[in-house]
């Protein structure tokens, strides 16, 4: 998921950017050939959370790019500032309605080259009626082992319920 976009002036003072190798074994950086600043391209941080419904997980199917009509657990970016754990009730009020509670840390997926690295928590049903928000066609509760695996919408999304299935013991 490269966003594509290419920065060329400084966000401080608008003067060209430079790609400049600063540290050795460390990638090129884009520095300012005014001021200096260094603008550093650092990975977005995406809460995502597996819920849990009566022995059942909540998936739900993309309305938007990426990866539309394919299905992924409730998630999305946290803001700067913002406390993790709260990005990912946030997102999942947002997405699909539910209050939940975070039960544990599922885990962090990352991938070479590419911008996006997920923290993945397994929570459980708090309160709410389960909704299609904005961004998602249908929010559906599955038994985990019947996850589409062949329709799911990132490689984070099936790494992330592979562990969470032989976590739980789950024959698929
Ligand atoms: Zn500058």
């Given at each position: 998921m490269h966003h594509g976009y290419t920065f060329r002036f400084?966000?401080?003072?608008?003067a060209k950017l430079i790609s400049s190798?600063?540290?050795?074994f460390e990638p090129a950086r884009l520095v300012c050939?005014?001021?200096?600043?260094i603008f550093y391209l650092d990975p977005k941080l995406v809460a995502c959370v597996i819920v849990e419904m009566n022995g059942k997980i909540v998936l739900l199917k993309r309305?938007?790019?990426?990866?539309?009509?394919k299905w992924v657990v409730p998630g999305g970016y946290v803001d700067r500032g913002e406390v993790v754990d709260a990005a990912a009730l946030r997102e999942t009020r947002e997405e699909c309605g539910i209050d939940i509670r975070i039960k544990r840390l599922l885990g962090v997926y990352s991938y070479p080259g590419t911008v996006e690295a997920m923290v993945f928590y397994i929570a459980e049903y708090t309160g709410g009626d389960l909704v299609n928000g904005d961004e998602v066609f249908e929010a559906k509760l599955v038994e985990p082992n019947v996850i589409p695996w062949e329709d799911l919408a990132f490689q984070s999304t099936t790494d992330a319920l592979k562990d969470y299935c032989s976590f739980r013991g789950v024959k698929q």
């Open positions: 400084c966000p401080v003072c608008g190798t600063l540290k050795e050939s005014q001021c200096h600043f309305a938007i790019e990426p990866q539309k009509g």
